[in-house]
T-cell receptor, first 115, second 110 residues
């Protein structure tokens, strides 16, 4: 069974640009969660999608958005990039929504650098 | 906000030694998970322990949970260089998502 796939692996953007990251969950998983990881703030929850609907959202500005397609693949978008958006963005999949009692399967992440 | 806090922040040991890292959390939980992350990669689930369990084993891993002290520990026995990674505890957050601690960076020297 293929794992969680995130593309691209690395991305370099400049301030003010926008970026779209992609995540393909494990086959059969319908929930995709996104996390931002920085040295200063650690792992911060962005949002979760299940059956094409956003189920949970973390404390991030509206510049961060996402969506999920009918095949459970998910994308997240960051508009008007700021230097502080430089981070490793991780997505994780699971069978159910709000699955705090089951393990998450993580992708390798997208390393975003904003110059 | 982070629910769990790992201690120590960094740990360096020799191959073959045991490594112990601790996690403290603030609110009542029904389970706690441990994850490992190799540098710049995604997290890998290690073990989940439920609130009615006090100890759980998986291979060279031993996890304990003390709900009265709101703490958990992860013991890795007979460490190998390949165990070098960051280790995170994760607890259910208020918004039905996992909240991760700040992590312990483990270095196992050959």
């Amino acid at each position: 069974k293929a794992g969680v796939t995130q593309t691209p692996r690395y991305l370099i953007k400049t301030r003010g640009q926008q970026v779209t990251l992609s995540c393909s969950p494990i086959s059969g998983h319908r929930s995709v969660s996104w996390y931002q990881q920085t040295p200063g703030q650690g792992l911060q929850f962005l949002f979760e999608y299940f059956s094409e609907t956003q189920r949970n959202k973390g404390n991030f500005p509206g510049r961060f958005s996402g969506r999920q397609f009918s095949n459970s693949r998910s994308e997240m978008n960051v508009s008007t990039l700021e230097l502080g958006d430089s981070a490793l963005y991780l997505c994780a999949s699971s069978y159910t929504a709000g699955a705090t009692n089951e393990k998450l399967f993580f992708g390798s992440g997208t390393q975003l650098s904003v110059l | 906000s982070q629910q769990g806090e790992e201690d120590p922040q960094a740990l360096s040991i020799q191959e073959g030694e045991n490594a112990t890292m601790n996690c403290s959390y603030k609110t009542s939980i029904n389970n706690l998970q441990w994850y490992r992350q190799n540098s710049g990669r995604g997290l890998v689930h290690l073990i989940l322990i439920r609130s009615n369990e006090r100890e759980k084993h998986s291979g060279r891993l031993r996890v304990t949970l003390d709900t009265s002290k709101k703490s958990s520990s992860l013991l890795i026995t007979a460490s190998r260089a390949a165990d070098t990674a960051s280790y995170f505890c994760a607890t259910p957050g208020s918004a039905r998502q996992l909240t991760f601690g700040s992590g312990t960076q483990l270095t196992v020297l050959p």
